[in-house]
């Protein structure tokens, strides 16, 4: 539903009000931030960044804080009338290992390292943003139900978001995604995803030393061939990535598996 211009113009108007007033917050939104950023998170490995995000929730009063099957960090930030539930989520996984170094720097206008765009930023926004609602006196009249999502990246296919929806006991009215990379912008559209993963194995290694053997790899290249020959409409746009291909270990042996990874996205 589309707001008039009359009741958007006060909301407009107190913008940089209220932009000056939470210069206040910022040592906690830069601590915040580096905390997220400094403890790994890996993909399907999250549960310290996610018990750190818990206590940021028990500190600032959310209630029915909990983590789910998947690992999810949730917590409610109850509204004056609580008839609508409006879901604030930040995906809290990482695509580098715990062994990389996640030291963050801090300057006058910078926070440097790993993670901190992609989505360390982010999930510090959602562990202040009950602090932020105070301090602006902001009371909303719906709950908002804040998510630290797992395993959203690579072969997580936003796992923990999708378990969250399938089995929330609440009616979700509305819906924000917090981004660190795009902290300042409004989406209000996104592209639907599905990713896959293709493994070919052989039966048999078959000779070694077969002149022109290919191993796995013909057949992966046949089906690689066959997918950039599927027919993409233009109109809603649509593409196939093919993100990774892996088959071999050496110059002189046909590999036995080859695996393709791939994305699909549409406008639809």
């Given at each position: ?5 009359d009741?958007l113009?006060?909301?407009?108007d107190?913008l940089?009000?209220?932009r000056?007033?939470l ?14 950023g400094?403890?790994p ?5 999250e549960e ?9 929730f ?6 029915n804080?909990?983590?789910?099957e998947m690992?999810?960090?949730a917590?409610?930030?109850t509204?004056?009338?609580?008839t ?5 989520v ?34 510090a926004v959602?562990?202040?943003?009950p ?5 602006l006196?902001?009371r909303?009249?719906s709950?908002?139900v ?16 999708r ?25 209000f ?6 990713r896959g993963?293709?493994?070919v ?5 078959g ?18 061939q066959?997918?950039?020959?599927i ?7 649509t ?6 291909v892996?088959?071999?270990?050496a110059?002189?042996?046909a590999?036995r ?12």
């Amino acid at each position: 539903m589309e707001e008039s211009p009359d009741k958007l113009a006060p909301i407009l108007d107190a913008l940089p009000r209220d932009r000056d007033a939470l210069a206040e917050l910022r040592e906690m939104i830069l601590a915040n931030a580096v905390m997220c950023g400094e403890i790994p998170s890996p993909t399907f490995e999250e549960e310290r960044l996610v018990r750190f995000l818990c206590d940021r929730f028990t500190e600032s009063g959310l209630e029915n804080i909990s983590v789910d099957e998947m690992g999810n960090a949730a917590g409610i930030l109850t509204g004056t009338k609580g008839t609508r539930d409006i879901l604030v989520v930040s995906h809290v996984d990482k695509i580098w290992e715990r062994s990389s170094d996640h030291t963050v720097t801090v300057s006058a206008d910078s926070l440097t390292g790993r993670g901190i765009a992609d989505n360390s930023l982010g999930t510090a926004v959602l562990a202040t943003l009950p602090a932020i609602l105070d301090h602006l006196g902001l009371r909303l009249t719906s709950n908002l139900v804040l998510l630290g999502a797992t395993r959203s990246l690579g072969r997580g296919d936003l796992g923990g978001l999708r378990f969250f929806l399938d089995n929330a006991q609440r009616h979700i009215s509305a819906a924000l995604c917090v981004e660190g990379m795009q902290i300042e912008r409004l989406s209000f559209s996104c592209l639907g995803m599905l990713r896959g993963e293709i493994l070919v194995t052989l039966k048999s290694a078959g000779p070694r030393t077969r002149i022109g053997s290919a191993g796995a790899i013909a057949p992966m290249n046949r089906i690689v061939q066959r997918m950039l020959a599927i027919e993409r409409p233009e109109r809603p746009t649509t593409e196939i990535l093919l993100g990774s291909v892996d088959a071999g270990s050496a110059f002189n042996v046909a590999p036995r598996q080859a695996r393709l990874r791939f994305e699909v996205r549409s406008e639809d």
